[in-house]
């Protein structure tokens, strides 16, 4: 079926009105002359987002002349666009009432201590629970602080004000974007490395030397699909640079702050554990998931309490420039009562 642009045919269908895999065919006329490809589709289906049809066209599902389209493509009179409808975008997490700790909030960003336990946005095996449905409770909820922008939907409905993402067993700060505006602005930053990020964690062993800088780059595990690994030369390889020095030395085990240069998935914990000393039961890369006192042979309370049961990392600090008064701000979260616990028993046991 071929639509004309809106200029020549207002009346146009909406995407809502096709199955998902049509091709619609779009030709631009000369008032859309000029217009970039993205602009060209808002007009054409005003009923969608713009943050979803960009996602559509970062996808390859929008072709202009044949050729799969970036959203700057300037169009030309006589252009035709032809643009795969995609599947509808999944509904966002449900308003859950989870308690929060704001670190920082206004009008624009929000600044959260995530818990460990805690999966940022809704995935695959978890729709509940998530950091996502209780930021739209603190923050969407129909008795919201007068004036309150709610929560940046650039992200897609799924991921409501989410910048960047920790691991679900990762604790600490973590920002969020409160418009459209501050979500790109900190999405540029996060681009260009100008965010500074400082983790701690408790290792399995101890490094080698009491700062240094790995440079190895991870792609996808070979085998074992959930997993991340040290890959050269993959299709799937990325580079990545981690910084870090050693704080504390303990029998068996080292307190270690870490600097992640770039933002690969499970970069702290691949490149720890690259050079033999992974982070603290972390059951992905140490095999463990359960940390007790005799693991260090140190004596139990008898009731065979655990010091810790989930990765020891944490992200102690972030500093971004604020998206509006362009301020440089650091945020930070004081180091947890697990990983406190196990440095407590650990403290006693310094070699």
């Not at 032809?82 to 599947?87: I, K, L």
């Amino acid at each position: 079926m071929e639509l004309t642009s809106p200029a020549v045919e207002a009346g146009a269908s909406g995407l809502a009105d096709y199955a998902p895999g049509t091709d619609i065919v779009l030709t631009a006329d000369a008032a859309a002359a000029g217009s970039r490809l993205d602009v060209f589709l808002a007009r054409t289906f005003p009923e969608q987002s713009r943050s979803f049809l960009a996602r559509s066209i970062d996808k390859g599902a929008v072709r202009v002349d044949g050729v799969v389209a970036r959203a700057s493509l300037k169009l030309r009179a006589g252009s035709i666009v032809c643009m795969t409808v995609p599947e509808p975008p999944r509904a966002g997490p449900a308003a859950e009432e989870i308690p929060l700790e704001f670190v920082h909030l206004d009008d624009w960003i929000a600044v959260v201590n995530k818990p460990a336990g805690m999966v940022v946005h809704p995935a695959k095996g978890n729709w509940k629970g998530t950091l996502a449905g209780a930021l739209k409770w603190h923050l969407e909820r129909a008795d919201a602080v007068a004036g309150s922008s709610g929560l940046s939907n650039a992200g897609g409905p799924t991921r409501p004000g989410i910048v960047h993402r920790l691991d679900r067993d990762t604790s600490g700060v973590i920002v969020v974007a409160r418009t459209e505006e501050a979500h790109h602005a900190l999405a540029k930053q996060f681009e260009r490395r100008t965010v500074t990020k400082t983790y701690l964690a408790i290792t399995q062993g101890q490094p080698q030397f009491d700062s240094d800088e790995i440079n190895l780059p991870i792609g996808i595990h070979p085998y074992q699909r959930e997993k991340m690994a040290v890959r050269r030369d993959h299709s799937t390889s990325r580079d990545a640079v981690t910084r870090f020095e050693v704080l504390e030395r303990f029998r068996g085990a080292a307190l270690v702050k870490v600097a992640p240069k770039t933002g690969r998935t499970h970069q702290i914990r691949v490149h720890l554990a690259a050079i033999g000393c992974p982070v603290l039961c972390d059951g992905l890369y140490s095999g463990r998931t359960r940390i007790e006192p005799a693991f260090f042979g140190l004596p139990d309370d008898g009731a065979g309490t655990a010091l810790i049961e989930r990765q020891a990392l944490h992200a102690a600090s972030l500093a971004v420039d604020h998206p509006v008064t362009r301020e440089r701000i650091e945020f930070t979260a004081p180091i947890p009562a697990d990983m406190q616990r196990v440095l407590d028993a650990l403290r006693g046991t310094v070699s």
